[in-house]
């Protein structure tokens, strides 16, 4: 049986905390920031847990994270 291939893109886009969560970075942060408020960008620099809906699928293209 051949080793599983992680997804690179996906690598590079998740973390995994101590505890086994993973952890992503929130989205809408990219550009057209002026008509967003300022604690609404402040919000968005923080990471958040990747959904426990998601995390069997995340598990299957990060096998070795």
């Known amino acids: 049986m051949p080793k599983m291939k992680t997804s690179r893109s996906a690598a590079k886009r ?27 960008k402040r919000n968005l620099r923080q990471a958040a847990m990747t959904d426990s809906t998601n995390v069997s ?9």
Request: overall charge positive; aromatic content about 8%.
């Open 57 to 65: 699928n995340m598990k299957k293209i990060l096998p070795y994270i």
């Open 14 to 40: 998740f973390k995994l905390t101590g505890t086994g969560k993973l952890k992503r970075a929130k989205a809408y942060k990219r550009h057209i920031l002026t008509k967003k408020s300022t604690k609404r």
